[in-house]
C-alpha cells in the first residue's frame, strides 16, 4: 500500500510539474511579457517628462540656444537593432517551446505509466492538479496586474541629476557649446540614455 502511494504522488507530481511549466511558459508569452512592455514604456515616458523638467531649471537665454541644439543632434538608426531583438526573442520562444514541449511529454509519459501499472485513479489526480495550477495562474496573474506593473524600476531623479550636471559642464565649459560637444556629453552617459533623451 505504502509503495502504491510513493507511485501516486510520484504520478502526481509529475503531472504538476507538466501543467505548471505550461501554463507559466504561457503566462508569461502571452501576458506577463506585455505587461513588461507597458512597464518599459511608463518608465521611459516618466524618465523623459523628468529630463525635460530640467529645462525649467535653465536660464532663459541659455532654453532656445539648448533646445535648438538638441533637435540638430544625430539620432542613430535603431532598426537594426530592433531587427536583433525581434530575432533574440524568437529564438528564445523557440527554445522554450522545444524544452517545454520535450520536458512535458517525458514527464506526461512518466505519469500515464505509473497509473496504467498500478491502475491509478486518473480522475483524481487531474482534478487535484487542475484546481491548483487553476489558483497559480490566477494567483500570478493578480499580482502581475496589481503589483509588478505598478513597481517603479527606473530612478528617474537619479538620471535627471545626472543629465543636469552633464549639461551644467558642458554650457561652463570654457570652449564653444556646440552640437557635437553637447551630443558627446550624453553620450557619456551610455547608450541607453542617449537614445532616451533626445527629443
Not at 59 to 69: A, E, I, N, R, V
Not at 76 to 91: E, I, K, R
Not at 164 to 188: C, H, L
Request: charged residues 15%; negative net charge.
Amino acid at each position: 500500500m505504502g509503495n502504491i502511494l510513493s507511485w501516486e504522488l510520484m504520478a502526481d507530481l509529475c503531472i504538476h510539474v507538466a501543467l505548471a511549466a505550461t501554463a507559466l511558459s504561457v503566462i508569461f508569452f502571452f501576458y506577463v511579457s506585455r505587461i513588461e512592455e507597458k512597464i518599459i514604456e511608463t518608465q521611459i515616458d516618466s524618465i523623459i517628462d523628468h529630463y525635460m523638467s530640467f529645462l525649467d531649471y535653465t536660464p532663459s537665454y541659455l532654453k532656445g540656444h539648448l533646445q535648438t541644439l538638441f533637435r540638430q543632434l544625430d539620432v542613430p538608426d535603431m532598426s537594426a537593432g530592433d531587427q536583433q531583438v525581434l530575432q533574440n526573442n524568437n529564438q528564445i520562444k523557440r527554445m522554450a517551446a522545444i524544452a517545454l514541449g520535450a520536458g512535458c511529454s517525458v514527464s506526461i509519459a512518466f505519469a500515464m505509466l505509473i497509473m496504467f501499472v498500478f491502475k491509478l485513479d486518473v480522475t483524481k489526480l487531474l482534478i487535484h492538479n487542475f484546481i491548483i495550477i487553476t489558483a497559480i495562474v490566477v494567483v500570478e496573474m493578480l499580482f502581475t496586474t496589481f503589483v509588478v506593473q505598478y513597481y517603479i524600476y527606473a530612478d528617474v531623479n537619479l538620471l535627471a541629476n545626472t543629465v543636469a550636471e552633464t549639461m551644467s559642464s558642458v554650457v561652463s565649459a570654457t570652449k564653444p557649446v556646440t552640437v557635437d560637444s553637447i551630443d558627446a556629453s550624453i553620450r557619456t552617459l551610455g547608450p541607453s540614455a542617449y537614445n532616451f533623451l533626445l527629443f
